[in-house]
Protein backbone atom coordinates (compact mmCIF):
# COMPACT_ATOMS: atom_id res chain seq x y z
CA UNK A 1 0.00 0.00 0.00
CA UNK A 2 1.62 3.56 -1.11
CA UNK A 3 1.10 6.27 1.68
CA UNK A 4 0.86 9.44 1.35
CA UNK A 5 1.29 11.85 4.39
CA UNK A 6 -2.32 12.06 5.19
CA UNK A 7 -2.47 8.42 4.96
CA UNK A 8 0.46 7.64 6.65
CA UNK A 9 -1.15 7.05 10.25
CA UNK A 10 -2.91 3.71 9.17
CA UNK A 11 0.57 2.25 9.61
CA UNK A 12 1.40 0.83 13.27
CA UNK A 13 4.02 3.11 15.14
CA UNK A 14 5.20 3.91 18.71
CA UNK A 15 4.60 7.83 17.61
CA UNK A 16 1.39 6.54 16.63
CA UNK A 17 0.67 5.77 19.89
CA UNK A 18 1.08 9.22 21.21
CA UNK A 19 -2.06 10.91 22.68
CA UNK A 20 -2.49 14.18 19.94
CA UNK A 21 -2.55 16.60 22.18
CA UNK A 22 0.60 15.57 23.44
CA UNK A 23 2.11 15.58 20.19
CA UNK A 24 0.67 18.93 18.97
CA UNK A 25 1.88 20.39 22.24
CA UNK A 26 5.61 19.25 21.87
CA UNK A 27 5.86 20.49 18.24
CA UNK A 28 4.42 23.76 19.28
CA UNK A 29 6.64 24.38 22.05
CA UNK A 30 9.50 23.01 19.38
CA UNK A 31 8.40 25.94 16.94
CA UNK A 32 8.03 28.64 19.27
CA UNK A 33 11.58 28.10 19.97
CA UNK A 34 12.69 27.42 16.47
CA UNK A 35 11.17 30.59 15.54
CA UNK A 36 13.41 32.79 17.96
CA UNK A 37 17.25 30.85 16.67
CA UNK A 38 19.48 32.39 14.27
CA UNK A 39 22.27 29.87 14.33
CA UNK A 40 22.84 27.27 12.11
CA UNK A 41 24.13 24.49 14.36
CA UNK A 42 21.21 24.64 16.38
CA UNK A 43 18.52 24.92 13.67
CA UNK A 44 20.10 21.73 12.25
CA UNK A 45 20.07 19.47 15.45
CA UNK A 46 16.48 20.38 15.96
CA UNK A 47 16.00 19.66 12.10
CA UNK A 48 18.00 16.28 12.74
CA UNK A 49 15.90 15.38 16.11
CA UNK A 50 12.64 16.00 14.39
CA UNK A 51 13.68 13.47 11.50
CA UNK A 52 14.92 10.78 13.78
CA UNK A 53 11.44 11.08 15.45
CA UNK A 54 9.88 11.07 12.42
CA UNK A 55 11.76 8.10 10.60
CA UNK A 56 12.51 5.81 13.25
CA UNK A 57 9.46 6.49 16.17
CA UNK A 58 7.07 7.55 13.44
CA UNK A 59 7.94 4.99 10.98
CA UNK A 60 7.60 7.34 8.26
CA UNK A 61 8.98 6.41 4.80
CA UNK A 62 11.86 8.44 3.47
CA UNK A 63 9.65 8.99 -0.22
CA UNK A 64 6.68 9.93 2.25
CA UNK A 65 8.74 12.60 3.81
CA UNK A 66 10.99 13.53 1.34
CA UNK A 67 7.35 14.74 -1.19
CA UNK A 68 5.60 16.44 2.03
CA UNK A 69 8.78 18.66 2.75
CA UNK A 70 9.24 19.55 -1.26
CA UNK A 71 6.82 22.73 -0.29
CA UNK A 72 9.33 23.77 2.68
CA UNK A 73 12.21 23.62 0.92
CA UNK A 74 10.83 26.08 -1.90
CA UNK A 75 9.68 28.03 1.04
CA UNK A 76 13.21 27.60 2.34
CA UNK A 77 14.77 28.27 -0.80
CA UNK A 78 12.88 31.50 -1.19
CA UNK A 79 14.06 32.87 1.96
CA UNK A 80 18.09 32.25 0.53
CA UNK A 81 18.01 33.59 -2.08
CA UNK A 82 15.73 36.85 -1.20
CA UNK A 83 18.13 37.46 1.74
CA UNK A 84 21.44 36.75 0.05
CA UNK A 85 20.30 39.32 -2.89
CA UNK A 86 18.51 41.45 -1.10
CA UNK A 87 20.06 42.45 2.32
CA UNK A 88 18.79 44.85 4.52
CA UNK A 89 22.07 46.40 5.43
CA UNK A 90 25.28 46.42 3.44
CA UNK A 91 27.65 43.69 4.73
CA UNK A 92 30.98 41.86 3.64
CA UNK A 93 30.70 40.96 -0.38
CA UNK A 94 31.20 37.03 -0.86
CA UNK A 95 31.34 38.06 -5.01
CA UNK A 96 29.14 40.34 -7.73
CA UNK A 97 26.74 39.30 -10.16
CA UNK A 98 26.71 42.41 -12.68
CA UNK A 99 24.83 44.90 -10.27
CA UNK A 100 24.00 42.60 -7.09
CA UNK A 101 26.56 42.37 -4.17
CA UNK A 102 26.24 39.07 -2.37
CA UNK A 103 27.07 39.44 1.07
CA UNK A 104 28.24 37.10 3.64
CA UNK A 105 25.84 38.37 6.42
CA UNK A 106 23.06 38.12 4.03
CA UNK A 107 23.54 34.17 3.14
CA UNK A 108 24.18 33.26 6.74
CA UNK A 109 20.80 35.33 7.45
CA UNK A 110 19.25 33.54 4.66
CA UNK A 111 20.48 30.07 5.47
CA UNK A 112 18.92 31.09 9.13
CA UNK A 113 15.66 31.35 7.57
CA UNK A 114 15.82 28.76 5.22
CA UNK A 115 16.47 26.13 8.21
CA UNK A 116 14.02 27.93 10.09
CA UNK A 117 11.56 26.86 7.39
CA UNK A 118 12.76 23.48 7.13
CA UNK A 119 12.24 23.02 11.00
CA UNK A 120 8.93 23.93 10.65
CA UNK A 121 8.17 21.37 8.37
CA UNK A 122 9.78 18.29 9.86
CA UNK A 123 7.75 18.89 13.02
CA UNK A 124 4.41 19.89 11.58
CA UNK A 125 4.72 16.48 9.68
CA UNK A 126 6.04 14.70 12.34
CA UNK A 127 2.55 15.94 14.04
CA UNK A 128 -0.04 15.52 10.91
CA UNK A 129 1.85 11.46 9.14
CA UNK A 130 1.58 10.15 12.86
CA UNK A 131 -1.73 11.18 14.15
CA UNK A 132 -5.42 9.79 13.05
CA UNK A 133 -7.64 12.78 12.55
CA UNK A 134 -10.37 11.38 14.61
CA UNK A 135 -7.91 10.41 17.83
CA UNK A 136 -6.76 14.22 16.87
CA UNK A 137 -10.41 15.36 17.61
CA UNK A 138 -11.49 13.58 20.48
CA UNK A 139 -8.02 14.60 21.81
CA UNK A 140 -8.63 18.03 21.27
CA UNK A 141 -12.66 17.78 23.36
CA UNK A 142 -11.12 15.61 26.04
CA UNK A 143 -7.80 16.90 26.98
CA UNK A 144 -7.96 20.37 25.59
CA UNK A 145 -11.85 21.47 26.24
CA UNK A 146 -11.78 22.52 22.83
CA UNK A 147 -15.58 22.84 21.86
CA UNK A 148 -16.79 20.01 19.84
CA UNK A 149 -18.34 22.21 17.38
CA UNK A 150 -15.38 23.71 16.77
CA UNK A 151 -13.07 20.03 16.52
CA UNK A 152 -15.87 18.56 14.19
CA UNK A 153 -15.98 20.99 11.73
CA UNK A 154 -12.18 21.17 11.89
CA UNK A 155 -12.09 16.99 11.32
CA UNK A 156 -14.44 17.33 8.65
CA UNK A 157 -12.28 19.61 6.81
CA UNK A 158 -9.27 17.89 7.47
CA UNK A 159 -10.91 14.63 6.34
CA UNK A 160 -11.32 16.09 2.81
CA UNK A 161 -7.69 17.06 2.17
CA UNK A 162 -6.67 13.66 0.78
CA UNK A 163 -9.46 13.51 -1.47
CA UNK A 164 -8.51 16.96 -3.50
CA UNK A 165 -5.40 15.43 -4.97
CA UNK A 166 -7.92 12.84 -6.27
CA UNK A 167 -10.05 15.10 -7.80
CA UNK A 168 -6.96 16.85 -9.26
CA UNK A 169 -6.11 13.57 -11.15
CA UNK A 170 -10.01 13.56 -11.85
CA UNK A 171 -10.02 17.27 -13.37
CA UNK A 172 -6.83 16.35 -15.30
CA UNK A 173 -8.07 13.15 -17.23
CA UNK A 174 -11.73 14.52 -17.81
CA UNK A 175 -9.20 17.76 -19.58
CA UNK A 176 -7.60 14.96 -21.37
CA UNK A 177 -10.92 13.17 -22.14
CA UNK A 178 -12.18 16.32 -24.20
CA UNK A 179 -8.86 17.15 -26.00
CA UNK A 180 -7.60 20.24 -24.04
CA UNK A 181 -3.64 20.18 -24.21
CA UNK A 182 -1.50 21.22 -21.39
CA UNK A 183 0.70 24.04 -23.47
CA UNK A 184 4.32 24.63 -22.17
CA UNK A 185 5.79 27.67 -20.98
CA UNK A 186 4.61 30.22 -18.27
CA UNK A 187 1.67 31.36 -20.44
CA UNK A 188 0.46 27.42 -20.34
CA UNK A 189 1.42 27.14 -16.25
CA UNK A 190 -1.20 30.18 -15.75
CA UNK A 191 -3.94 28.40 -17.74
CA UNK A 192 -3.31 25.53 -15.81
CA UNK A 193 -3.60 26.67 -12.34
CA UNK A 194 -6.41 28.73 -13.62
CA UNK A 195 -8.50 25.52 -14.82
CA UNK A 196 -7.63 23.25 -11.94
CA UNK A 197 -8.08 25.59 -9.35
CA UNK A 198 -11.46 27.31 -10.08
CA UNK A 199 -13.23 23.57 -10.20
CA UNK A 200 -11.46 22.30 -7.05
CA UNK A 201 -12.67 25.70 -5.52
CA UNK A 202 -16.28 24.92 -6.64
CA UNK A 203 -16.04 21.48 -5.26
CA UNK A 204 -14.82 22.62 -1.83
CA UNK A 205 -17.20 24.86 -1.61
CA UNK A 206 -20.03 22.64 -2.22
CA UNK A 207 -19.04 20.34 0.20
CA UNK A 208 -18.30 22.45 2.78
CA UNK A 209 -21.86 23.24 2.26
CA UNK A 210 -23.69 19.91 2.56
CA UNK A 211 -21.75 19.55 5.44
CA UNK A 212 -23.09 22.64 7.29
CA UNK A 213 -26.37 21.43 6.21
CA UNK A 214 -26.15 17.85 7.96
CA UNK A 215 -24.94 19.52 11.19
CA UNK A 216 -27.90 21.99 11.42
CA UNK A 217 -29.95 19.26 10.32
CA UNK A 218 -28.96 17.09 13.02
CA UNK A 219 -29.17 19.38 15.47
CA UNK A 220 -25.28 19.14 16.35
CA UNK A 221 -24.54 21.18 19.43
CA UNK A 222 -21.55 18.75 20.76
CA UNK A 223 -22.84 19.24 24.25
CA UNK A 224 -24.24 16.88 27.06
CA UNK A 225 -23.37 13.48 24.64
CA UNK A 226 -21.05 10.18 25.22
CA UNK A 227 -18.15 8.88 23.97
CA UNK A 228 -17.22 5.57 22.38
CA UNK A 229 -13.85 6.35 22.35
CA UNK A 230 -11.68 7.71 25.13
CA UNK A 231 -8.45 9.00 25.18
CA UNK A 232 -6.50 9.61 28.32
CA UNK A 233 -3.04 10.55 29.36
CA UNK A 234 -0.33 7.52 29.91
CA UNK A 235 3.33 7.00 30.94
CA UNK A 236 4.34 6.72 27.06
CA UNK A 237 2.88 10.51 26.59
CA UNK A 238 5.33 11.90 29.57
CA UNK A 239 7.96 9.70 27.89
CA UNK A 240 7.54 11.34 24.48
CA UNK A 241 7.40 14.48 25.71
CA UNK A 242 10.30 14.38 28.04
CA UNK A 243 12.44 13.47 25.03
CA UNK A 244 11.29 15.86 22.65
CA UNK A 245 11.46 18.81 25.95
CA UNK A 246 15.07 17.34 27.31
CA UNK A 247 16.50 16.56 23.73
CA UNK A 248 15.51 20.29 22.93
CA UNK A 249 16.80 21.63 25.70
CA UNK A 250 20.44 19.15 25.50
CA UNK A 251 20.50 20.91 21.80
CA UNK A 252 20.15 24.27 23.59
CA UNK A 253 22.87 23.53 26.19
CA UNK A 254 25.70 22.11 23.58
CA UNK A 255 24.73 24.93 22.04
CA UNK A 256 25.59 27.76 24.58
CA UNK A 257 28.36 26.00 25.62
CA UNK A 258 30.06 25.66 22.74
CA UNK A 259 29.65 29.50 21.75
CA UNK A 260 27.13 29.37 18.77
CA UNK A 261 23.67 29.95 20.39
CA UNK A 262 22.43 33.25 18.91
CA UNK A 263 19.11 34.40 19.79
CA UNK A 264 15.94 36.75 18.86
CA UNK A 265 17.74 40.02 20.21
CA UNK A 266 14.78 42.04 18.55
CA UNK A 267 15.74 42.18 15.21
CA UNK A 268 15.02 40.46 12.21
CA UNK A 269 18.93 40.47 10.51
CA UNK A 270 22.05 40.61 12.48
Given at each position: M?Y ?6 E??S??A??N ?18 FDH?T???V??L?A?LV??V ?5 V ?6 V ?5 G ?11 R??G?P ?14 R??V??A????AF ?10 T?P ?14 PK?AYSA?A???Y ?5 I ?9 RL ?6 G???G???R?Y??T ?10 AS ?8 RG???T ?8 R ?8 L????GG?A?I ?6 S ?12
Amino acid sequence: MRYTVFENYEKSSPLAAVNPSVKLIASVVVMLFVSVVFDHHTLAAVIALGAVLVLGVGRVHPVVLGRAMVPFLIFGFGFLWMNALLPRTAGTPLFTVGPVVVSWEGVRNGVSFALRAIAFGVWSLLFVATTEPTSFVLSLVQQLRVPPKLAYSALAAYRYLPSLQIELEQIRGAHRLRGVGESGGLQGRIQRVYRYTVPLLAGALRRASRVAAAMEARGFSGTGRSWYRWHRLTWWDALYLITVLGGTAAIVWMSWRSGSLRVWTGRLWE
